[in-house]
């Protein structure tokens, strides 16, 4: 029973992940790529900051297989080496990195990996930054294409797993939200039925001794 159970958790687990085509959105910190927690909107990148776009087939949540191509231990200080501090104004490394073909839109190819010394107001945010170096493609709250790539499409699923469309999100998020997964809101009530079983067998057996 409780090997069941397992198995149960298990599979719950594993189908809730799908796979989208799409920008993913990375910030350095502490020296490595680190997937945004939130959308580029709701990001205000401090002086020194070093932003990342990805394009990639990836969950909801990236992978390390999914992050901007460049080396983060050193990004900011060679892409903003030739660029001096302007008072009142801060700098922000953005790195662009298209991905791989073999993650590109039937029919498209992905260009090369490019980087900006953007300078900003101190107020701006991620978008601001994102806008600065080139046209942005926004539909249904989400970044869809940078510098026309990929000139259709937004956020399409890959791999479907229990999902068939890719979820509505907040305003400029980076990455559809993570899709609802009807197995994972019912697990407490699996795991519960399991467990009143589990205590119903024991009580059984007790019985039989006695």
């Not at 907040?170 to 399991?194: K, R």
Request: with cysteine.
């Amino acid at each position: 029973m409780l090997v069941g159970m397992l198995l149960v958790v298990t599979c719950a687990s594993t189908a809730q992940a799908a796979a989208y085509r799409y920008w993913t959105y990375w910030h350095v910190t502490d020296g490595v790529w680190t997937f945004a927690q939130a959308g580029p909107a709701g990001t205000t990148p401090a002086d020194g900051s070093v932003e990342g776009w990805r394009f990639a087939i990836s969950t909801t949540s990236g992978d390390a297989a999914s992050q901007p191509s460049l080396d983060s231990a050193a990004a900011f200080e060679e892409i903003c080496a030739t660029t001096a501090p302007v008072a009142g104004r801060k700098r922000v490394a953005l790195v662009m990195d298209p991905g791989l073909a073999s993650d590109a839109p039937v029919g498209e190819s992905p260009g090369p990996l490019t980087t900006y010394c953007t300078v900003m107001p101190p107020e701006a945010n991620g978008y601001d930054v994102l806008r600065s170096v080139g046209p942005v493609r926004v539909g249904s709250g989400l970044i869809c294409a940078i510098d026309k790539y990929p000139a259709t499409g937004c956020a399409d699923v890959v791999d479907e797993g229990e999902t068939t469309a890719a979820p509505s999100t907040d305003a400029m998020s980076p990455a559809p939200a993570q899709p609802e997964d009807s197995q994972s809101s019912a697990l407490p009530v699996i795991i519960g039925v399991g467990a009143l079983a589990l205590l119903g067998a024991l009580a059984w057996r007790l019985r039989r001794r006695r």
